[in-house]
């Protein structure tokens, strides 16, 4: 069944809201072009009409924070099939191109939309303060097929893809309405993005594997968290955008986690303990963190004025095992990836986390 989306204006009686009819889908585009964040506040856009080695154009182009990156295609008049395909084969383009391309693309693309930043470097640092060279640029991707409408046939092909194959393929689609002279857009997912997501992040990390319950997380340190506090408090985090703190919904008390700094190492592994709640609101001892002995500063702006979706989040957590940063474990063909929290479904994984139970002493 074909998901169907509505929205009413409430008062005394509720009043259904009719939808405009989009002659276009062009509309769309230009409105993600000119705000990605429409589709996800995790993104940067890098491209539009971005030409492939076999002449056909992808919509547009996006990286997350980890460098994958995100194929943005738009249905416009074509049938379900060819869509899904034409996804496909771009995602088969893309899979090949090498860092230097694509700062090529970014550049290209800087200078026909008049950014002041002409390098992917320094506007992949803006948007996610994250050195690109400190990511897998490129190791992984996404596809996200953008429609006024989404028919059932795409529905069934983008599901089998997913729930037989985890092809990271999802389907975004969008009404738009009017009331008092105000138009709106509306949005809705065919799947969490969180699982496309997670399926990019593993999808290309080696040969499949099932999953062997255990979670991968990626525990970044700055001025706002800091890996101290986490272990003698209990309890990992995340913040600054949806895109960081989603998939710290999938963990639930008594899961276990291995927590990895990006670009340092293996830190640690515990058992999660409870469920995930804004920094703001974490209490030890019925303390919260501004009250106790903290080297971060839980009191400052970052945490009190930020909206939920920029909030920090925190889970807690019971250590079983944790070393210092200085201590921190990493070895050639270590599982790796900057998504917050990932079920890895590869031999590398199983080989990381089999590895540091034997360094540990962990069972």
């Known amino acids: 069944m074909a998901i169907e989306h509505s929205i009413w204006k409430v008062g005394n009686k509720p ?29 940067l856009l890098i491209g539009r009409q971005v030409l492939t080695s076999f002449n056909k154009y992808i919509d547009l182009l996006a990286l997350d924070a980890s460098g994958s990156l995100i194929i943005i295609e738009l249905k416009r008049h074509k049938t379900p099939r060819e869509v ?29 939309t008049g950014l002041k930043e002409p390098s992917l470097d320094n506007a992949f640092v803006g948007r996610f303060g994250t050195y690109l060279s400190s990511v897998d640029l490129n190791g992984s991707l996404q596809m996200v097929i953008v429609a006024a409408e989404l028919d059932a046939s795409t529905e069934r092909i983008i599901t089998y893809l997913n729930d037989k194959y985890d092809v990271p393929i999802n389907a975004v689609f969008f009404k738009v309405f009017e009331d008092s002279g105000n138009r709106y857009l509306s949005r809705a997912w065919m799947i969490d993005p969180g699982e496309t997501q997670e399926n990019a992040a593993t999808s290309s990390a080696g040969e499949k594997e099932p999953w062997n319950g255990e979670f991968y997380i990626s525990f970044g340190v700055d001025h706002n968290r800091d890996w101290g506090d986490a272990v003698r408090y209990g309890f990992i985090g995340a913040g600054g955008g949806v895109w960081y703190t989603r998939t710290l919904n999938q963990l639930k008390e008594g899961d276990r986690v291995w927590v990895n700094n990006p670009g340092v190492g293996y830190l640690g592994v515990g058992v999660v303990t409870g469920t995930v709640v804004k920094a703001t609101d974490f209490k030890v001892e019925g303390k919260t963190l501004s009250k106790l002995d903290t080297v971060v500063d839980y009191s400052q702006s970052f945490f009190t004025d930020n909206d939920d979706d920029h909030a920090e989040y925190i889970v807690p957590v019971r250590w079983i095992k944790t070393v210092s940063m200085q201590e921190a474990v990493s070895e050639s063909g270590f599982f790796g990836n900057q998504n917050t929290v990932a079920k890895p479904k590869t031999k590398k994984w199983q080989h990381t986390v089999e590895r540091l139970k034997a360094l540990w002493g962990v069972k």
Do not use: R
């Open 84 to 112: 899904s395909a034409q996804a496909l084969d771009y995602a088969s383009w893309a899979d090949e191109l090498e860092s230097n391309k694509i700062a090529e693309i970014y550049t290209d693309f800087a200078k026909k």
């Open 15 to 43: 009043e259904k809201i009719t939808p405009l009819k989009l002659d276009s889908e062009d509309f769309l585009e230009e409105q993600i072009a000119q705000d990605i964040s429409i589709l996800n506040d995790g993104w």
